[in-house]
């Protein structure tokens, strides 16, 4: 059975910090494409940003210079460092894990964490 858990949303001040954490479990961590993603109330799901099998490392131009995406394969994690928050980053935040398989395309997701900026 897959399991991803996200941990680390929270309230934080505009400017602050947050450390989201997802911990994968059932799938052979090292191969898959890990993402973030986030949705906000009435919006779609975006990708944040994520992190190839190899390493290869892609952000939304909104996050950009602020957000850091980093994973441990050793420990079957991924994080997201996101730094200088502000109130358009509220949302809630979802792990992604994805491969691409000779018959079919495998997709899994978190149960979100939420993320809300405000003073």
């Known amino acids: 059975q897959v399991q991803l858990v996200e941990s680390g949303g929270g309230l934080v001040q505009p400017g602050g910090s947050l450390r989201l954490s997802c911990a994968a479990s059932?799938?052979?961590?090292?191969?898959?494409?890990m993402g973030w993603y986030r949705q906000a109330p009435g919006k779609q799901r975006d990708l944040v940003a994520g992190?190839?099998?190899?390493?290869?490392?892609n952000y939304a131009d909104s996050v950009k210079g602020r957000f850091t995406i980093s994973r441990d394969n050793a420990k079957n994690t991924v994080s997201l460092q996101m730094n200088s928050l502000k109130p358009e980053d509220t949302a809630v935040y979802y792990c992604n894990a994805h491969k691409e398989g000779l018959l079919k395309t495998y997709d899994y997701w978190g149960q979100g964490t939420q993320v809300t900026v405000s003073s």
């Open positions: 059932g799938i052979t961590f090292s191969i898959y494409d």
């Open positions: 992190i190839t099998s190899r390493g290869r490392i």
